[in-house]
């Protein structure tokens, strides 16, 4: 275990701000740290996986590559995985799970390929364990195996994370289809107000005023005050057999440390006004993000009002960067909340203006949608000049919608659906000009 490979996945879009990440928090360039498709590839020690799990917002896993070798069918796969050590890393006393993913496959099944690595690894603890293998928990089991299969390649790895790490273990209250924590540190990133390689936020405010269960500002808050993603979870590495606690206690003891007196103010005074704000239309989500923010540790960090974002003024005198996963779908009203169906932000993640106007909804119902944003356009023009919004969206028209020029766009992906991080520059309306007028003196 001296010398590892790892390899973390993300989301698409994310392997360049992960690799920042990546080199922001372990030193790691060059050979040591290459980007792939899907992720990047790593090589470190025992303290990387450690550093890696407890740090990192955009990486899905951290994965141990175990071996890897050209296969052509099921038998290549059984072969492959009998090669490989289990029980240097867990017991036959232990349950397991493998997970499978390819990609251009010529397998037909990937449910027997799976079963197939299953049965190499019980057979090859059974004839190391004196007959004794381990069971298979597909639900909550110790160690989680991982496979992949190119055209010609399989690759197995040992996942040393667990439970995915979007889930930072703070999460309790959410709405409808919330925002995945990865995903907002991948915006954070995107929009530069994180800047993962530094390890350093941007001095200006971040709002958010549609910010649901409070997803991107808890996010942002922790990156303030320097909080760990994992600082509040249990990891898949903790039942591996490499595990010292000792080790693993004291980088959290270090990680501790790290994070600036401004959390609860210095000698007793009071912390500094909060320059992370949210804000939402439900106040039933205001509700399940301050308890999220008071579960993560930023409740002092942040400032959370209910509002509509049509109505609501800056939170700041000092303009800043608005991001924001808006509304968008299906019968938005113009007051900016969703109409009586209540599924705005999930059709937002599903479906588009278009496809409702498909399904037979009316021009009234499907044209509600772009007067929400027509709106919200107009009013950030009266209210928000000098702020940059940064808005995600699958809907590549939305510039169209909000009248509005986007001066940079961020593929990025929300699950599988491919998106747009669009970034808009807000300067003040300009004041009309009556016919025959005679403008001012210069």
Same mark, same amino acid.
């Given at each position: 275990?001296?010398?590892?490979?790892?390899?973390?996945?993300?989301?698409?879009?994310?392997?360049?701000?992960?690799?920042?990440?990546?080199?922001?928090?372990?030193?790691?360039?060059?050979? !040591?740290?290459?980007?792939?498709?899907?992720?990047?590839?790593? $090589?470190?020690?025992?303290?990387?996986?450690?550093?890696?799990?407890? +740090?990192?917002?955009?990486?899905?896993?951290?994965?141990?590559?175990?071996?890897?070798?050209?296969?052509?069918?099921?038998?290549?796969?059984?072969? =492959?995985?009998?090669?490989?050590?289990?029980?240097?890393?867990?017991?036959?006393?232990?349950?397991? $799970?493998?997970?499978? @993913?390819?990609?251009?496959?010529?397998?037909?099944?990937?449910?027997?390929?799976?079963?197939?690595?299953?049965?190499?690894?019980?057979?090859?603890?059974?004839?190391?364990?004196?007959?004794? /293998?381990?069971?298979? !928990?597909?639900?909550?089991?110790?160690?989680?195996?991982?496979? +992949?299969?190119?055209?010609?390649?399989?690759?197995?790895?040992?996942?040393?994370?667990?439970?995915?790490?979007?889930?930072?273990?703070?999460?309790?209250?959410?709405?409808?289809?919330?925002?995945?924590?990865?995903?907002?540190?991948?915006?954070?990133?995107?929009?530069?107000?994180?800047?993962?390689?530094?390890?350093?936020?941007?001095?200006?405010?971040?709002?958010?005023?549609?910010?649901?269960?409070?997803?991107?500002?808890?996010?942002?808050?922790?990156?303030?005050?320097?909080?760990?993603?994992?600082?509040?979870?249990?990891?898949?590495?903790?039942?591996?057999?490499?595990?010292?606690?000792?080790?693993?206690?004291?980088?959290?003891?270090?990680?501790?440390?790290?994070?600036?007196?401004?959390?609860?103010?210095?000698?007793?005074?009071?912390?500094?006004?909060? $320059?992370?704000?949210?804000?939402?239309?439900? +106040? /039933?989500?205001?509700?399940?993000?301050?308890?999220?923010?008071?579960?993560?540790?930023?409740?002092?960090?942040?400032?959370?009002?209910?509002?509509?974002?049509?109505?609501?003024?800056?939170?700041?005198?000092?303009?800043?960067?608005?991001?924001?996963?808006?509304?968008?779908?299906?019968?938005?009203?113009?007051?900016?909340?969703?109409? +009586?169906?209540?599924?705005?932000?999930?059709?937002?993640?599903?479906?588009? =203006?278009?496809?409702?106007?498909?399904?037979?909804?009316?021009?009234?119902?499907?044209?509600?949608?772009?007067?929400?944003?027509?709106?919200?356009?107009?009013?950030?023009?009266?209210?928000?000049?000098?702020?940059?919004?940064?808005?995600?969206?699958? !809907?590549?028209?939305?510039?169209? /919608?909000?009248?509005?020029?986007?001066?940079?766009?961020?593929?990025?992906?929300?699950?599988?659906?491919?998106?747009?991080?669009?970034?808009?520059?807000?300067?003040?309306?300009?004041?009309?000009?009556?016919?025959?007028?005679?403008?001012?003196? @210069?």
């Amino acid at each position: 275990m001296n010398t590892l490979t790892l390899f973390l996945p993300c989301a698409g879009g994310v392997e360049d701000f992960l690799a920042d990440e990546v080199h922001g928090l372990t030193g790691l360039a060059g050979q !040591d740290l290459l980007t792939l498709r899907g992720g990047v590839r790593v $090589r470190g020690d025992w303290a990387t996986v450690l550093r890696l799990n407890l +740090h990192s917002r955009l990486a899905q896993r951290v994965l141990i590559e175990l071996a890897q070798a050209p296969y052509q069918g099921e038998q290549d796969l059984y072969a =492959l995985a009998s090669s490989v050590a289990w029980e240097d890393w867990f017991s036959a006393r232990q349950s397991f $799970r493998v997970d499978l @993913t390819a990609q251009a496959s010529p397998l037909k099944s990937l449910k027997f390929a799976t079963l197939r690595i299953k049965d190499a690894v019980a057979d090859r603890f059974r004839a190391q364990a004196g007959g004794v /293998r381990p069971s298979i !928990d597909t639900q909550r089991p110790d160690v989680r195996v991982q496979a +992949h299969l190119s055209a010609t390649d399989a690759t197995l790895y040992i996942d040393t994370s667990g439970e995915p790490l979007f889930k930072r273990g703070w999460r309790q209250d959410k709405g409808e289809a919330p925002l995945k924590e990865t995903l907002a540190a991948a915006m954070l990133a995107a929009c530069g107000w994180w800047q993962p390689a530094a390890r350093s936020v941007s001095p200006l405010p971040l709002y958010d005023p549609c910010c649901g269960s409070g997803t991107i500002v808890i996010e942002a808050a922790q990156l303030a005050l320097g909080l760990p993603a994992g600082g509040q979870r249990r990891f898949g590495f903790e039942r591996l057999k490499g595990f010292d606690a000792g080790q693993w206690n004291a980088m959290k003891t270090e990680a501790g440390r790290a994070c600036p007196a401004s959390v609860s103010g210095q000698n007793g005074s009071e912390p500094p006004a909060p $320059r992370v704000f949210g804000s939402d239309v439900a +106040h /039933r989500m205001v509700d399940f993000a301050q308890r999220n923010a008071a579960r993560a540790g930023v409740a002092a960090a942040v400032q959370l009002r209910g509002g509509d974002a049509l109505q609501r003024l800056p939170p700041s005198d000092q303009p800043g960067v608005m991001l924001l996963n808006p509304p968008y779908g299906e019968r938005i009203a113009a007051a900016g909340v969703a109409g +009586h169906k209540a599924r705005g932000r999930e059709a937002f993640q599903s479906g588009t =203006l278009a496809h409702q106007r498909a399904e037979g909804q009316s021009a009234g119902d499907v044209n509600a949608g772009d007067e929400f944003f027509q709106r919200l356009a107009a009013h950030w023009k009266s209210h928000y000049a000098g702020w940059s919004a940064w808005l995600l969206t699958p !809907d590549l028209k939305l510039p169209g /919608r909000l009248r509005l020029k986007e001066t940079r766009r961020v593929p990025l992906w929300n699950g599988p659906i491919e998106c747009r991080l669009f970034k808009f520059e807000l300067t003040a309306r300009a004041p009309r000009v009556s016919p025959g007028a005679v403008p001012p003196a @210069t």
